[in-house]
């Protein structure tokens, strides 16, 4: 980790990327074992590595992969399963409730024929709140919606109790709905991003360039870039669609940190 004046915060000392900080918290690989743990802001360890793989806090709870087993469950900050580990992958809680795959035990037969483990909702006690019946999910945003996905390709949102609000197509156009499973904005892009700061990236599908749309659809900053990114206190990154370098832009699309980085 590097400070803001690019001076080393803490020495070169994991074996893979460590994920950023939340709650003076941050998820990091030991040299030696390459086992994942927690360490503080001077990088010490706070939970030891111990776990074959680690997402970040949410919640107070955060998804580790045992790594005798090779199944997920949850730790608390102390690092003490909170759930025990009995899922063949977890992601990040939001809102009380996280994704979980069930393992190839608990699918029946039909299930690992035609889809393999399928995805659902737990909730705080490990308990199913949404059934597995998704081939794919993804954490739930702070409106209560979230993306999961009925086959490889189709994707759906789906309200908490597990009710499809939207789904998507073929196609994979892409809109918004709000909290109440209402299409907001028309399914009109290839692809999109989140709002963040009122705007949300959007790929435009004839165009297949990035841009960014307001709450009621319309472009903002027009189509320009080959990738973009959710804004963050009033930048986005966007990748230049000549040179394919990275830099950032403001709310009016233009360059405030010129193209400059792979």
């Known amino acids: 980790f590097i400070d803001e004046s690019g001076a080393w915060a803490i020495e070169p000392a994991f074996s893979e990327e460590p994920a950023a900080f939340v709650d003076d918290l941050a998820c990091a690989a030991d040299a030696g074992s390459r086992l994942w743990g927690f360490i503080d802001r001077t990088g010490a360890w706070i939970i030891e590595p111990a776990f074959a793989a680690v997402h970040t806090f949410a919640e107070g709870l955060a998804a580790a992969c045992d790594a005798k087993s090779g199944l997920w469950g949850y730790i608390d900050v102390q690092?003490?399963?909170?759930?025990?580990?009995?899922?063949?992958?977890?992601?990040?809680?939001?809102?009380?409730?996280?994704?979980?795959?069930?393992?190839?035990?608990?699918?029946?037969?039909?299930?690992?024929?035609?889809?393999?483990?399928?995805?659902?909702?737990?909730?705080?006690?490990?308990?199913?709140?949404?059934?597995?019946?998704?081939?794919?999910?993804?954490?739930?945003?702070?409106?209560?919606?979230?993306?999961?996905?009925?086959?490889?390709?189709?994707?759906?949102?789906?309200?908490?109790?597990?009710?499809?609000?939207?789904?998507?197509?073929?196609?994979?156009?892409?809109?918004?709905?709000?909290?109440?499973?209402?299409?907001?904005?028309?399914?009109?892009?290839?692809?999109?991003?989140?709002?963040?700061?009122?705007?949300?990236?959007?790929?435009?599908?004839?165009?297949?360039?990035?841009?960014?749309?307001?709450?009621?659809?319309?472009?903002?900053?027009?189509p320009a870039f080959s990738e973009m990114r959710p804004f963050e206190n009033g930048l986005a990154a966007a990748r230049d669609a000549e040179s394919g370098r990275w830099g950032f832009i403001d709310a009016d699309g233009t360059w405030r940190i010129d193209p400059a980085f792979a």
């Not at 899922?87 to 409730?97: T, V």
């Not at 009710?163 to 998507?168: D, K, T």
Request: proline share 3%; charged share 25%; aromatic share 14%.
């Open 79 to 222: 690092g003490t399963w909170a759930i025990e580990p009995h899922f063949a992958d977890a992601q990040s809680f939001c809102s009380g409730i996280a994704p979980a795959k069930q393992t190839e035990d608990d699918a029946d037969d039909r299930q690992r024929v035609l889809y393999g483990q399928l995805w659902g909702f737990i909730d705080a006690t490990g308990t199913w709140a949404v059934d597995p019946q998704f081939a794919g999910a993804r954490p739930f945003s702070e409106d209560g919606l979230t993306a999961v996905c009925r086959t490889e390709r189709s994707w759906e949102f789906v309200d908490t109790a597990g009710n499809e609000a939207f789904a998507g197509t073929w196609s994979e156009r892409w809109g918004f709905v709000n909290a109440g499973g209402t299409l907001a904005i028309s399914c009109d892009f290839s692809d999109v991003q989140d709002f963040s700061e009122g705007f949300a990236p959007a790929c435009d599908r004839e165009m297949d360039l990035w841009g960014a749309i307001d709450t009621s659809g319309s472009w903002k900053i027009s």
